[in-house]
């Protein structure tokens, strides 16, 4: 069966530090892979989602990049964080092709101080 | 733009009775509507997907309908239990686009024994 990893669950990190989130899927070939944010109370907004290795489309401009260096393994990273960044940031697969459902990750819990 | 539309205010209701949480949908047309569970500080669980020449989907005690003509689709739990207690997330989507879902904010459901 396919598994999703996401890690870590929580970080704490200074305005101005890097960021490095990383996710993984398992059991599944080709995926489709999507990060997501969700602010507190409010829905889920798409990030970045990748149909394969090196190819990142982004959704919205922001301070953050992605990264899709293996089939499997999707990263999301930031040169500088803004006070802004925080949230809850969630990774997902999907298979390819149209009206797949979409698997998550538990998401890592970010905050920014 | 579009826009979807979900109680934002939590439905609460007793234990065995049935929940009816809305989806409504503006400005564009979908093809596909999922529905998702939430549990607080976790990723989004899939729950049912429904096409839209399907009137209406069900598993097991969950019911989905789907109205393009009034741009709406309803979720039902029936014989609720707390167990059931979450938000529930809907996305509709067009065919095609990679399956890059736009999410409703989502509805919480409180289920007291």
């Known amino acids: 069966s396919q598994t999703i990893h996401q890690w870590p669950a929580t970080l704490v990190q200074p305005v101005g530090s890097p960021l490095s989130l990383e996710c993984t899927v398992e059991g599944t070939s080709n995926p489709n892979l999507y990060w997501y944010r969700q602010a507190a109370g409010r829905g889920l907004q798409l990030l970045f989602y990748s149909v394969g290795i090196g190819q990142i489309s982004s959704e919205v401009p922001q301070n953050l990049s992605a990264s899709r260096p293996q089939d499997r393994q999707f990263i999301l990273s930031s040169k500088k964080l803004l006070l802004s960044d925080s949230g809850f940031y969630l990774c997902?697969?999907?298979?390819?092709?149209?009206?797949?459902?979409?698997?998550f990750g538990d998401g890592t819990r970010l905050s920014i101080l | 733009s579009q826009k979807i539309e979900q109680n934002s205010e939590a439905l609460n209701i007793q234990e065995g009775k049935t929940a009816t949480l809305t989806c409504n949908y503006t400005n564009y047309s979908p093809a596909y509507l999922q529905w998702y569970r939430q549990d607080p500080g976790r990723g989004p669980v899939f729950l049912l997907l429904?096409?839209?020449?399907?009137k209406e989907k069900r598993k097991e005690r969950l019911k989905v309908t789907f109205d393009t003509t009034l741009k709406q689709s309803l979720f039902h739990i029936t014989a609720s239990q707390p167990a059931d207690s979450a938000t529930y997330l809907c996305a509709p989507h067009r065919s095609g686009g990679y399956n890059k879902l736009i999410f409703g904010a989502g509805t919480r459901l409180a289920v007291h024994p």
């Open positions: 429904i096409r839209e020449n399907e």
């Open positions: 997902a697969w999907s298979q390819r092709g149209s009206n797949q459902p979409q698997h």
